[in-house]
């Protein structure tokens, strides 16, 4: 019986720096991502957990620790993450890495904004149970580009369904938590030459010229509020809801 992968790889060389990914069709008709690395292949569901497994019967890992800390509380126990489970949920979140690359590489940015959230989600659960300070910034050195990834796929989305506004106004409010994550840390003078916010203001600046938008909605509406023009704030507010 042959094992190799050579048909698999054939004509598909591995390319360093670049996220190649592409969606096929398993033997029983499911569809999964291929992404090539560099000595082979990873194969990746596309619902549920990357892996297809459902740890402890659960979707995924961050879900089966959420039911753990709910016994905790009602057992009125503390819950902090074992170290074990630090290495399950370290797992879990490469797994998410690796589709959210696939999925903006393959410009389907809803799911990356899905996998996006998942993985924000569990930082802050980790964040929050974390055995240590290390194992705390060990993730958190990370919140920054997971959050720069969604941005970035949010907005894509949003040019896609030809609203140039909206993507603005996510770029915008993605910029505007970066910011704030690094302020957290201490880091305000990194801001102005981090690479990531430097990206996203070019970003803007590119919508604003193609489609010709001096502000968009919300950013008037947010105006009109400062300047106590209310009047003017309830039309924008009128306005957002019948855009949305």
């Known amino acids: 019986m042959t094992e190799d992968i050579d048909a698999v790889l054939k004509g598909w060389d591995y390319k360093s720096g670049l996220?190649?990914?592409?969606?096929?069709?398993?033997?029983?008709?499911?569809?999964?991502?291929?992404?090539?690395?560099?000595?082979?292949?990873?194969?990746?569901?596309?619902?549920?957990?990357?892996?297809?497994?459902?740890?402890?019967?659960?979707?995924?890992?961050?879900?089966?620790?959420?039911?753990?800390?709910?016994?905790?509380?009602?057992?009125?126990?503390?819950?902090?993450?074992?170290?074990?489970?630090?290495?399950?949920?370290?797992?879990?979140?490469?797994?998410?890495?690796?589709?959210?690359?696939?999925?903006?590489?393959?410009?389907?940015?809803?799911?990356?904004?899905?996998?996006?959230?998942?993985?924000?989600?569990?930082m802050d659960f980790v964040r929050d149970h974390s055995p240590n300070e290390d194992y705390t910034q060990a993730h958190e050195q990370y919140r920054a580009f997971v959050l720069f990834q969604r941005t970035q796929a949010a907005a894509a989305q949003a040019a896609a369904k030809n609203d140039p506004e909206r993507a603005i106004d996510e770029i915008s409010a993605g910029i505007k938590t970066l910011e704030a994550i690094f302020a957290a840390h201490e880091l305000s003078e990194e801001i102005e030459k981090n690479g990531m916010i430097r990206h996203l203001h070019k970003m803007v600046q590119s919508l604003r010229q193609l489609h010709g938008i001096d502000a968009t909605l919300q950013e008037r509406l947010a105006q009109a509020v400062a300047n106590e023009q209310y009047e003017t704030a309830a039309q924008l507010r009128d306005a957002l809801r019948r855009r949305q």
């Open 19 to 122: 996220v190649q990914a592409r969606l096929v069709q398993a033997r029983d008709g499911r569809q999964v991502i291929q992404m090539r690395v560099d000595l082979g292949i990873l194969q990746i569901e596309t619902t549920g957990r990357p892996d297809g497994a459902r740890p402890h019967g659960c979707a995924s890992y961050f879900e089966y620790l959420r039911r753990q800390k709910q016994q905790a509380n009602k057992a009125g126990r503390a819950f902090a993450l074992t170290e074990e489970q630090c290495e399950e949920a370290d797992r879990e979140f490469v797994q998410y890495y690796h589709r959210r690359v696939s999925w903006l590489a393959l410009r389907a940015y809803d799911r990356a904004v899905a996998d996006a959230d998942h993985t924000l989600a569990f």
